[in-house]
């Protein structure tokens, strides 16, 4: 079972980033994603969540109507558009799976709750 995160980097406030989630090892179908971040000695937070099954989503406050989550079930792959990004958004950010046929799991405790995490991308947000 595998996560594989990628297109982190560096970007100045105000530009955008997309980050891939390529899913491997298990059934895409059955599954639920989360797009996770964790900045320098906080706790891991939601950023935005996707069922590819049936097309719902959740988006954090912090990030609605900047980012925009998605998916490509033929490519097993779940996208993470970001846009008028700020210097607070710069994270790790983690993609994870749970096994949910239905809907989107909204958790205070997503890394006990969430089956399989990736290794995680650094996403850095300065001028």
């Known amino acids: 079972v595998q996560l594989v995160e990628s297109g982190g980097g560096f970007v100045q406030p105000g530009g955008s980033l997309r980050l891939s989630c390529a899913a491997s090892?298990?059934?895409?179908?059955?599954?639920?994603f989360g797009w996770f971040r964790q900045a320098p000695g906080k706790g891991r937070k939601e950023v935005a969540l996707?069922?590819?099954?049936?097309?719902?989503?959740h988006y954090s406050d912090a990030v609605k109507g900047r980012f925009t989550v998605s998916s490509d079930i033929a490519k097993n792959t779940i996208y993470l558009q970001m846009n008028s990004m700020k210097p607070e958004d710069t994270a790790i950010y983690y993609c994870?799976?749970?096994?949910?046929?239905?809907?989107?799991?909204?958790?205070?405790?997503?890394?006990?709750?969430?089956?399989?995490w990736g290794q995680g991308t650094q996403v850095t947000v300065s001028s």
């Open positions: 994870a799976a749970v096994r949910l046929g239905l809907g989107v799991l909204i958790s205070p405790d997503p890394e006990n709750e969430y089956d399989y």
């Open positions: 090892g298990f059934s895409f179908d059955g599954h639920s």
């Open positions: 996707i069922n590819p099954t049936d097309g719902s989503d």
